[in-house]
């Protein structure tokens, strides 16, 4: 079995240059999911293939935003029941949505045979694809922290709430202590216009420049627009629904501004180190 990971992470490592970014922010209802799913479909419009991770199971998931079907998710691909082609749900503009299993179990408590069928599946997956965005559940779960050390960016999700920021910076804190992670792009979501999305990084930045030795950017500012809800409520994404308005305007800037970060060609930039990363216990460098 160690053989079989060996060499499927090899033939891997010899094409797959896969950016990947978790979407995170702690607190719940702060926008993840939206700026997950709109930030893969502007990228998909620019031409670039892109897979959604859902590794949320609360209400408000991918799939349930876009009213598409679920019938299979990774759990069946870790079982070996199905590759992950076969769970792969096909989104507008061909994004292509990873239903994620039980959302109490850590990755990193996954079996050995678990692990395999993990890398197996990614490794066999047929479909190709250069980005790779991770929404994860709200909260600090194992599962959160082993989606978002594992990923090769991490964009926080704030909003102008007091405990938004403090779930955001004891996230940062964690990610940061224990996993080592350095590096962290802030989105200030549903503020009023860009100057308020500025403040609210810098309170936040302020906290973290007190007691930590973190650097934080601040990569977009998406307004509060009540377009997303009517979007929302039509099962569509606010950059198709509402391609002008604000916040699509927004998150189509953040959108082709992720498409330019450097993607690391060694050793992090490949998919099979994500997914080394998301199995092992413990990173020592994490994206720092
Ligand atoms: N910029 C915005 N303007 C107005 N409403 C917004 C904006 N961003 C998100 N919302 C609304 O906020 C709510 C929460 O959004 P979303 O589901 O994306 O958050 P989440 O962080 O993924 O939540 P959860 O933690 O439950 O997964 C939704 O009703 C959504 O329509
Ligand atoms: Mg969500």
């Not at 070996?80 to 408590?109: C, K, N, R, Y």
């Not at 450097?262 to 199995?279: A, D, K, M, R």
């Amino acid at each position: 079995m160690i053989e079989d990971q060996a060499s499927s992470l090899r033939r891997m490592n010899q094409s797959r240059l896969v950016k990947v970014i978790a979407v995170t922010g702690g607190k719940g209802g702060v926008g993840k999911t939206n700026i997950t799913l709109n930030t893969a479909i502007s990228m998909a419009k620019q031409g670039k293939r892109v897979m959604v991770l859902d590794a949320d199971l609360g209400l408000a998931n991918v799939d349930v935003l876009l009213g598409l079907r679920v019938e299979k998710n990774l759990s069946h691909v870790l079982s070996g029941e199905a590759t992950l082609d076969e769970v792969l749900v096909h989104g507008p503009h061909g994004i292509l949505i990873a239903p994620a299993s039980s959302g109490t179990q850590s990755m990193t408590e996954l079996s050995p045979t678990e692990h395999a069928g993990l890398i197996r599946a990614f490794s066999e997956l047929q479909t190709p694809i250069d980005v790779l965005i991770v929404d994860t559940a709200a909260g600090i779960s194992d599962m959160v922290l082993s989606f978002s050390r594992a990923s090769q960016d991490i964009m926080v999700v704030v909003c102008d709430e007091p405990t938004s920021l403090t779930d955001a910076y004891a996230l940062i804190k964690i990610l940061n202590r224990e996993y080592g992670v350095f590096r962290f792009k802030i989105v200030a979501n549903m503020v009023r216009n860009v100057r308020e999305g500025q403040e609210l990084f810098n309170k936040l930045s302020k906290v973290t420049g007190r007691f930590l030795d973190v650097a934080l950017e601040l990569v977009a500012t998406v307004p509060y627009d009540e377009n997303i809800r009517k979007a929302v409520r039509k099962q569509k994404a606010i950059v198709d629904a509402f391609p002008a308005s604000p916040a699509a305007m927004a998150i189509k800037g953040l959108a082709k501004e992720a498409m330019h970060w450097p993607v690391p060609t060694q050793p992090g930039g490949h998919l099979e180190f994500f997914l080394e990363q998301l199995v092992t216990k413990k990173a020592a460098g994490g994206n720092g």
